[in-house]
């Protein structure tokens, strides 16, 4: 035997008993965002590297080490595998004229990105977002919209008391760079204060270093100049403004003039929802305004807002991740049939799914008594029999699985219509 082959490391596989978490997630998800009027955007999971390079930002973790990236071998061309999506969806708008004469466009996707980071709790290679991006809306009340959509959907998943909503304002492009400056100030007066890592951000992407889990670092973020400091008026009172909306609405939130996201794009609003792993914070997801991304993607000024949540981190907070649906996953009926009767027992399988029922059978053709025993252990409602005498008659012998209810035969013509109604009446 050869060696086994096993998966990429931080890719890991969904297996059938996740599966109907995920399942229910998306869906919740999907209902949710539909009813705010977000239609459903679907992009390539391969993009021309440069999109990426410039719009989330050179300096940023994410470009500088955690993208894969290659080339086409064909023609050489570099292309990357997409770590987000709101650049995608910007880029897709555009192209396809979408956001013309001023248009505006709300839409949501999920699926998966790849990033290239340390694998671990809640931290994986491969991931899922389920993300949404209201595009052409200045705001705010579209900022707060997403926050509510955002609230009802772990309202239905049960989840809302787990998570908190943290909020920050970001200020415009001249306040952020006049608040740079002074920030790399503060942070070289203390340099010798400062982890490896953060000295190397100094000159790079400082404000990376308000978010360093460095203890001793932390110490020096606590006392840096703060952004708020050089805000202006009209940022203040877009941020008054989506504050006020979400105090209208009842939305707890907490302000974190730390919380700063780490793509550059970002401005004005910004806001997480955060939950307690196993002994740190995690967050679930991740949003805020981009205004000046159609620029960089080459489009004509038009405002943004959107979100992304970890699908990974949603499943795991639910109270049963592993739990189905009820029933999801049992068949209706088995069909029990001999091999010289397989054919038979396969027409009469095809027509009851024809029905909508769905139907198992043992495709090995085991004996009578092995075919039966998997019809119990399916969790079945009714086992079909297809034997010699049934098929001579043109009919079928049926043995209700769940309850006491004797075994009788009838025409195969007549078996849907029945079991339909042994199944409406509580079979
Ligand atoms: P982000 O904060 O980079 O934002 O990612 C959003 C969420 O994706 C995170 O809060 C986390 O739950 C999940 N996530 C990120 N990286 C990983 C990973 N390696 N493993 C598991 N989960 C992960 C964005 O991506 C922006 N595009 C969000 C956005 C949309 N902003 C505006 N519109």
Known sequence: MGETIRSVRGMRDILPAEAGAWRRVESVARDCLESYGYREIRTPIVERTELFRRQLG????????????FEDRLNGESLTLRPEATVSTMRALLEHGLLAGRRRQKVHYCGPMFRHERPQQGRHRQFHQIGAEAVGHAGPNVDVELVLALRRMWARLGIGGRVRLKV?????????????????????????????????RLETNPLRILDSKSEQTRAVAE??????????????????????????????????????????????TVFE?????????????GGGRYDGLAEQVGGPPIPGCGFALGTERLVSLLADPEGAPAGAGRPDVFVVAPAAHFAAGLGIAE?????????????????????????????????VLVGDEEVAAGEVSVKPLRDESGQFRIGAAGLADRLETLRDNGA
């Open 168 to 200: 920050n304002n970001l200020g415009d492009a001249s306040e952020r760079a006049a608040h740079r400056r002074e920030l790399t100030e503060h942070f070289r007066r203390n340099r010798e204060r400062l982890d490896e890592h953060s000295r190397r």
């Open 351 to 383: 027509g009851l799914r024809d029905r909508g029922m769905s139907v198992a059978m043992d495709d090995e053709c085991g004996s009578f008594r092995s075919q039966l025993r998997q019809a119990n252990a399916s969790g079945a409602a009714f086992a």
């Open 273 to 285: 929802w955060v939950y307690d792993g196993e002994g740190k914070e995690l967050t679930l997801c």
């Open 223 to 268: 006392e840096a100049p703060r952004l708020d400091a050089h805000l202006g008026g009209d940022s203040r009172a877009f941020f008054d403004g989506f504050l006020g909306g979400l105090a209208a609405a009842g939305v707890a939130h907490e302000i974190d003039h730390r919380l700063v996201r780490g793509l550059d794009y970002y401005g004005k």
């Open 58 to 69: 050179e300096h940023t973790e994410l470009v500088e080490k955690e993208m894969y990236t």
